[in-house]
């Protein structure tokens, strides 16, 4: 939800009738306020977290749920609002029109030949909006209580703004991902000192601004207006689960969900109470609202954001490969589609917004206001996105470079697992390409030492171009900071396998055994462990493997028999 702050500055002349002080304060009331906008973490992670431990639910399943029925969910309520408010359509008609088959559009080449784009476009847009919703109800609140100087406003953006980017910086996994998504892009490989220098300045620039805050916060407590008293308690939460789901939480695609469920549930919250209000105020909004937003119809409410969120779950359904880049298309343009409506359809300083809102209202009415009148600044705050994507396309026009099918085979073959040998590609182009992936990944590797993952990359393209050394070396390291890291052990293992350090490489499938979380790297390293075994001419201790892994897995006797012919047939020419 965007938010542009209230000025007193501003304030339209003539009485405003305004409802009882007590009223006024909250949003929902004091228990709803608590439970689905202020506390609401404290009750989002014991529950996420009684699934993914004792009950044992994978962070994969976790977060397919979250991902459908929240973060896609609550795509609805906006899209309701942005067709259904026959006022707010007629102003941002063309707007309405033409955003979603331009954006469906660009979403399938900018996802099959830039992904690294798209996923940067992405993250650089959740942060903003994660962050601008948070700093959205905090002047909620502070208006609520007549806290509405620009100063005010503008350190609250600050210390949001801060306390959700800085986080990025100082999550290993993110900050690999962020540079790994740059360097696609063609940005110039920037030294590990200079990343180390931007995540101090990040952070010391944060506690300036968090003084500037607290400063600003004292003021307003003895000269006034009083800040409302649940502004420092929301600012907590919302900045406080952000670095907890992004910078303690270690696997990505967890913390991601446990954020997601507060900042959906927040949203679907507020929007519910937003609509209702309008229908009440205004009799020509439309009849679809009118008849959804009442308060009777909660339920159908959350049913329709269920059956949209439903839409979530096919891909993980089907394999036909039309349907699933047809649906991923819709996905992929309804995330879009939100964060670019929810810049625009919210504004706070409109009193339309405010009467919604149970604010009082100030500064100009701007409802009717026409929405041709700001095409041109519109098209200029959205020229760089505009101007990226073009330049992306033009590139593939003019230089089409390897395609995304064999990019995806090298990366998938030379980057993921070990070849055993220091074999490269034939052709130059592939070469050149390969030669890229490598320097890049030793430049990420050095610049978030503690990212596990881009340690792993790195050692895997170490090993792959003959430097086995220097990649057990960075292995030895990343597994002394992560003792636990399943697939570190197990490409040590490779590696040394590949060496014909059998022994050495049974005792680092054994370590990976153990700390195997999955049932897939369970498969892989019993399946893997099982053939050093052979070599070691242990054939009862691979039977036990093999059985472990077509326990899990019936279907693997065709790949046990061929691997066994094929060690028997090494180790009788030998």
Known sequence: MSVIPLSSQNQAPGPVATPPVAARRWILGPWLDQLLIIATPALVIPAVYLLYRPLGVTAETISLIVTSFFALGHHLPGMIRAYGDRELFARFRWRFLLAPPLLFAVYFPLYQLHLDAYRLIIIGWATWHGLMQLYGFVRIYDSKVGSVSRATANWDWLVCLFGFVTAQ????????????????????????????????????????????FTANYIWSLFHGPRPHPMKLPLLMSGIGMWWFSVVYIDNVILGVALFDICHDVQYLAIVWLYNCRRVTTNPQIGRFMTYVFRRGMVLLYLGLIVAYGAIGIVPALV???????????????STLLHYYYDGFIWKVREQSTQASLGLEQRGPNTATRAGARLVVPHLLKWAPLIALTGWLFLGDLLDPGLPATQRSELEK??????????????????????????????????????????????????ANFGKNDEAVQLLQQTLQRHPDFCDGHAILGGIRFYRGDFSQSAEDFRTALTH???????????????????????????????????????HLHEIIDALKKRVASETSAA
Do not use: M
């Not at 040998?421 to 610049?447: C, G, H, M």
């Open 169 to 212: 910086f100082w999550s290993p996994a993110r900050l690999a991902n962020l540079l790994g998504h740059l360097y696609a892009l063609g940005v110039p490989l920037i030294p590990p000192t200079a990343v180390e220098a931007v995540r101090q300045t990040s952070l010391w620039l944060s506690a300036a601004v968090l003084c500037g």
């Open 319 to 333: 394999d036909n490969g039309t349907v699933l880049a047809l649906v991923s298309g819709i996905l992929g343009t």
């Open 413 to 462: 073959r030379y980057t993921r697992s070990l070849i055993g040998n220091a074999r490269l590609p034939a052709a130059d182009a592939e070469k050149i390409w390969l030669y890229t992936q490598f320097e890049r990944a030793q430049v990420v590797a050095a610049s978030v030492p503690a990212d596990r993952h881009s340690q792993l990359r790195a050692a895997i393209l170490l």
């Open 516 to 554: 195997a979380a999955t049932l897939e790297e369970r498969i892989s390293v019993n399946l893997k462990l099982g053939e050093v075994y052979l070599y070691l001419h242990d054939p009862d201790a691979a039977e036990a493997r093999f059985a472990e892994a077509l326990r899990a897995n019936p």
